[in-house]
């Protein structure tokens, strides 16, 4: 089955305990991206690759590290997690950078709550 | 500043009756749109898209309208179904920039049975 898989689904943690959320598809996308979801704020991307070795910010990168070493894996790194990283993350592939014919396919999410 | 609004939070309807969910864009580079579902647990869904270039697209029950004029598009839903019940997102992005889509906060759609 196509899909995209996220691990942990939950994570409480501790202010400054380094985490890493990991996230693989099986459908040899070459675009992934990382998101976050906060009430009336709608998704926000953190970091997007376009192909292995290849990353860049989005719109709140602040905090966060990614790497895309392999094609199928894009983990997404808090080096010292804060409260305010308390959110919904979601990671989303494509089969290509570009949007019209291939839209994002998501992971069911990482509920992280950070004390 | 969010350059994609979706105003109605919420949204209840009947079964069978039309869903219309509304969402407004600021940026006037946006030339592609699409819409999400997401349920409970799960990840959002791709649902329906429109390109700039076309002012409506049907798919099924669910049709998208774009009004460029106004930076303002639509999803209809018709029936509507129990199934239905969701949050649905807009999306926006410029085609250049491929996947670097923006999103809105979401209405959550009830449909009574």
């Known amino acids: 089955e196509a899909q995209v898989t996220q691990n942990p689904r939950y994570l409480i943690t501790v202010t400054g305990k380094k985490l890493t959320v990991t996230c693989s598809q099986n459908?040899?996308?070459?675009?992934m991206s990382w998101y976050r979801q906060d009430p009336g704020l709608g998704l926000r991307q953190i970091y997007y690759?376009?192909?292995?070795?290849?990353?860049d910010k989005g719109d709140v990168p602040e905090g966060y590290k990614v790497s895309r070493k392999e094609k199928r894996n894009f983990p997404l790194i808090l080096e010292s997690p804060s409260p305010n990283q308390t959110s919904l993350y979601f990671c989303?592939?494509?089969?290509?950078?570009?949007?019209?014919?291939?839209?994002?396919?998501f992971g069911n999410g990482t509920r992280l709550t950070v004390t | 500043d969010q350059q994609v609004k979706q105003n109605s939070p919420s949204l209840s309807v009947q079964e069978g009756r039309i869903s219309i969910l509304n969402c407004d864009y600021t940026?006037?580079?946006?030339?592609?749109f699409l819409w999400y579902k997401k349920y409970p647990a799960e990840g959002p869904t791709f649902l329906i898209s429109i390109s700039s270039i076309k002012d409506k697209n049907e798919d099924g029950r669910f049709t998208v309208f774009l009004n460029k004029s106004a930076k303002h598009l639509s999803l209809h839903i018709v029936p509507s179904q129990p199934g239905d019940s969701a949050v649905y997102f807009c999306a926006a992005s410029e085609m250049e920039y491929g996947n670097k889509l923006v999103f809105g906060a979401g209405t959550i759609l009830r449909v009574k049975s």
């Open positions: 690759s376009m192909n292995v070795e290849v990353t």
């Open positions: 940026n006037s580079m946006f030339d592609y």
């Open positions: 459908m040899n996308h070459e675009y």
């Open positions: 989303a592939s494509s089969p290509t950078t570009t949007g019209s014919d291939s839209p994002l396919h």
